[in-house]
């Protein structure tokens, strides 16, 4: 049962472009949600993320938008930009128990941002 | 210091070898991780460490084990490992919502 969706495998823009990457989830129990950064061979990076009492975080070029009632999350990056190419994982979190340790992980959108 | 540190980058070893994967952070991290990550497939987490004690284990076969020796170091010993747990190692720590990552350990069992 895959809790937290990514359902487009891939994506591509131009550079100066805005990208947006969708995630849905199905556990109502998430209250923290992430995106992390991931070049192959390294360890994810993290980039934004947002609590469930908000419904937008911004830092830079970079906005995530929580939509609760429908469990979706987006991550806009305006402009994008080549370095921005890598692969975008959205992960959420609950807050009790040891639900507040593990962090359930989407399966990917790799991020293709051409000159 | 903001890095997760992990070594040794690569790791080639036999079926029959026993190796050690070694993690260490100095954030003043309570919670520390460690997630196997297969090609194409997101991290799956192994185990979770919080204030040096076990707090979760992913159903792990007993060939992993892990060992919080300190607050700032996590060690994962390999025993008898199979060619499919050929993978990427990530080491994470945490001190509230956001998990940082080491860059990983990428092992090989042949």
């Keep these: 049962d895959q809790q937290v969706k990514q359902n487009s495998p891939s994506l591509s823009v131009q550079e100066g472009r805005i990208s947006i990457l969708n995630c849905d989830y199905t556990n109502s129990m998430f209250d923290y949600f992430l995106w992390y950064k991931k070049y192959p061979a390294e360890g994810p990076t993290f980039l934004i993320s947002i609590s469930s009492i908000k419904d937008k975080n911004e830092d830079g070029r970079f906005t995530v938008f929580l939509n609760k009632s429908a469990k979706h999350l987006s991550l806009h990056i305006v402009p994008s930009q080549p370095g921005d190419s890598a692969v975008y994982f959205c992960a959420a979190k609950g807050n009790s128990g040891g639900s507040n340790y593990k962090l359930t992980f989407g399966k990917g959108t790799l991020l293709t941002v051409n000159p | ?110």
Aim: charged share 20%; aromatic share 8%.
């Design chain 2, 1 to 110: 210091d903001t890095e997760v540190t992990q070594t040794p980058k690569h790791l080639v070893m036999g079926m029959t070898n026993k190796k050690s994967l070694k993690c260490e952070q100095h954030m003043g991290h309570r919670a520390m991780y460690w997630y196997k990550q297969k090609a194409k497939k997101p991290p799956e987490l192994m185990f979770v460490y919080s204030y040096e004690k076990l707090s979760i284990n992913e159903s792990v076969p007993s060939r992993f084990s892990p060992e919080c020796p300190n607050s700032s170091l996590l060690n994962l010993h390999l025993h008898a490992l199979q060619p499919e747990d050929s993978a990427l190692y990530l080491c994470a720590s945490s001190g509230a919502n956001v998990l940082t990552f080491g860059a990983g350990s990428r092992l090989t069992v042949l």
